[in-house]
């Protein structure tokens, strides 16, 4: 089947099966290997990619239900000019082995999307789905309430 996908601003062709988790398009196909496969069962969040601006577990999507624009850590922000978020990650030193960070940080960015200012209580319900094995949890909900704080100055 040939689809054309709008990622990171950018158009792609590919011609794969419709089954085809969306993970595995970006990876093996565009060459996007900021997003991780951690489980393939959409529980524990490497994978988490923007749909819309939604985010979704791009294992569990397959090619032919993804419902708009993608994007993917490596459109969230540049080198030169990072995203709050990935900001914020960098300034708490978040990351510890960092596996699990990308997806991490585009949960983050769909929660403050929808929420410019979430209590802890908030932030945790939000993130209970993306799983750090290191325990960086409470570096990532000051890292979020950081680029909240941020976003809102700007």
Same mark, same amino acid.
């Given at each position: 089947?040939?689809?054309?996908?709008?990622?990171?601003?950018?158009?792609?062709? *590919?011609?794969?099966?419709?089954? *085809?988790?969306?993970?595995?398009?970006?990876?093996?196909?565009? =060459?996007? &290997?900021?997003?991780?496969? =951690?489980?393939?069962?959409?529980?524990?969040?490497?994978? &988490? *990619?923007?749909?819309? /601006?939604?985010?979704?577990?791009?294992?569990?999507?397959?090619?032919?239900?993804?419902?708009?624009?993608?994007?993917?850590?490596?459109?969230? /922000?540049?080198?030169?000019?990072?995203?709050?978020?990935?900001?914020?990650?960098?300034?708490?030193? *978040?990351?510890?082995?960092?596996?699990?960070?990308?997806?991490?940080?585009?949960?983050?960015?769909?929660?403050?999307?929808?929420?410019?200012?979430?209590?802890?209580?908030?932030?945790?319900?939000?993130?209970?789905?993306?799983?750090?094995?290191?325990?960086?949890?409470?570096?990532?909900?000051?890292?979020?309430?950081?680029?909240?704080?941020?976003?809102?100055?700007?």
């Amino acid at each position: 089947m040939s689809t054309t996908l709008r990622i990171n601003g950018k158009s792609h062709q *590919v011609d794969l099966p419709e089954d *085809v988790p969306l993970l595995w398009v970006l990876r093996d196909e565009i =060459g996007l &290997t900021g997003t991780k496969f =951690g489980c393939g069962v959409a529980a524990c969040g490497a994978c &988490t *990619v923007h749909i819309d /601006g939604a985010a979704a577990r791009s294992c569990q999507v397959a090619l032919s239900d993804v419902w708009g624009e993608v994007t993917t850590i490596e459109g969230l /922000g540049t080198p030169d000019a990072m995203a709050a978020i990935q900001q914020a990650w960098v300034e708490h030193q *978040v990351a510890q082995c960092g596996y699990c960070q990308s997806g991490q940080i585009m949960q983050a960015a769909s929660l403050l999307a929808e929420n410019p200012a979430p209590s802890d209580a908030e932030i945790d319900e939000a993130m209970q789905g993306n799983l750090c094995r290191c325990g960086t949890y409470p570096r990532i909900r000051a890292a979020i309430h950081a680029a909240a704080q941020k976003m809102q100055e700007a």
